[in-house]
């Protein structure tokens, strides 16, 4: 009955975390390709690759379900997955989707016309990759009128986070969102598209001020997983095994994985 979380790094810790708490008697394989991280400057070719080999190794592990735990993958990579390469017995789903459900208010299945929202001004912040794949934009235009997102590629964050360097990573923090509100002073809501923002969310906050709300992913995502699984029982499969794995060096990484969890767990290496 495991699920499956995969992210380019160790940002996806902060869905693996707001995931086990929701559905803590679920087991979960977490595969980081720290080897090839970041995903964020990588071309399009090259992030559907690696996503699909992160994917295939977590299936090997028994998951018949796989989340997305990157917003660039999802962006960049899944739309493709899922019409192009998934098996019928296995199932991909992103983190996309429920910060669209927040901001159109329905449901991802509602195929109802667009309407109007309460929330006209998003700023965006996300890789430089999430940014030119305008996957975000896409999805929210085709549900909600009048929304205007103005989005901010944060390049250098991901590699500052995952290189301990939190002194520059709160410092990139407000660079982009001083860049971002030259072009839009007031937006109503700011959307952390990437699952390593949401541990410089105060930084985020800080630099946008106390009007703006800051939408992050991980109790959304670990909310709209548990309603998933309740609806599709069949995807939690019958394996049991968990665990934490790597493409990378899994002493380095379990290290790193404390500063995120607030504990220590240990990484294999694949």
Same mark, same amino acid.
């Given at each position: 009955?495991?699920?499956?979380?995969?992210?380019?790094?160790?940002? %996806?810790?902060?869905?693996?975390?707001?995931?086990?708490?929701?559905? !803590?008697?679920?087991?979960?394989?977490?595969?980081? @390709?720290?080897?090839?991280?970041?995903? *964020?400057?990588? &071309?399009?070719? &090259?992030?559907?690759?690696?996503?699909? /080999? %992160?994917?295939?190794?977590?299936? &090997?592990? %028994?998951?018949?379900?796989?989340?997305?735990?990157?917003?660039?993958?999802?962006?960049?990579?899944?739309?493709?997955?899922?019409? +192009?390469?998934?098996? !019928?017995?296995?199932?991909?789903?992103?983190?996309?989707?429920?910060?669209?459900?927040?901001?159109?208010?329905?449901?991802?299945? #509602?195929?109802? =016309? =667009?309407?109007?929202?309460?929330?006209?001004?998003?700023?965006?912040?996300?890789?430089?990759?999430?940014?030119?794949?305008?996957?975000?934009?896409?999805?929210?235009?085709?549900?909600?009128?009048?929304? @205007?997102?103005?989005?901010?590629?944060?390049?250098?964050?991901? #590699?500052?986070?995952?290189? @301990?360097?939190?002194?520059?990573?709160?410092?990139?923090?407000?660079?982009?969102?001083?860049?971002?509100?030259?072009?839009? $002073?007031?937006?109503?809501?700011?959307?952390?598209?990437?699952?390593?923002?949401?541990?410089?969310?105060?930084?985020?906050?800080?630099?946008?001020? $106390?009007?703006?709300?800051?939408?992050?992913?991980?109790?959304?995502?670990? #909310?709209?997983?548990?309603?998933?699984?309740?609806?599709? $029982? #069949?995807?939690? *499969?019958?394996? /049991?095994?968990?665990?934490?794995?790597?493409? %990378? @060096?899994?002493?380095?990484?379990?290290?790193?994985?404390?500063?995120?969890?607030?504990?220590?767990?240990?990484?294999? +290496?694949?």
């Amino acid at each position: 009955m495991t699920i499956g979380l995969f992210d380019s790094g160790l940002g %996806g810790l902060t869905i693996y975390e707001s995931v086990a708490q929701r559905i !803590p008697h679920v087991p979960i394989a977490y595969l980081g @390709d720290n080897e090839n991280a970041p995903y *964020g400057v990588r &071309d399009a070719d &090259d992030i559907f690759r690696l996503t699909c /080999s %992160g994917v295939e190794r977590l299936w &090997d592990v %028994g998951c018949c379900l796989v989340i997305l735990a990157c917003n660039t993958a999802s962006a960049v990579a899944l739309k493709r997955i899922q019409e +192009s390469w998934l098996p !019928p017995d296995k199932r991909v789903l992103g983190v996309f989707v429920p910060m669209i459900e927040v901001l159109t208010e329905r449901r991802w299945g #509602d195929h109802s =016309p =667009p309407k109007e929202v309460k929330i006209k001004n998003v700023a965006l912040f996300a890789t430089p990759a999430t940014v030119a794949s305008r996957a975000f934009q896409r999805e929210l235009a085709s549900r909600a009128i009048g929304v @205007d997102v103005e989005a901010q590629p944060c390049g250098g964050l991901v #590699d500052a986070i995952e290189d @301990d360097d939190y002194i520059l990573a709160e410092a990139l923090v407000h660079s982009h969102v001083e860049a971002l509100l030259r072009r839009m $002073p007031c937006p109503e809501a700011a959307v952390l598209a990437c699952t390593h923002y949401p541990l410089f969310q105060a930084a985020f906050q800080d630099a946008l001020g $106390p009007n703006v709300k800051c939408i992050s992913q991980a109790n959304l995502v670990a #909310d709209s997983l548990a309603d998933y699984l309740n609806r599709h $029982p #069949d995807m939690l *499969g019958t394996s /049991s095994a968990s665990g934490f794995f790597t493409t %990378g @060096d899994a002493r380095s990484v379990s290290l790193k994985a404390v500063r995120i969890l607030r504990r220590k767990v240990e990484f294999e +290496s694949v």
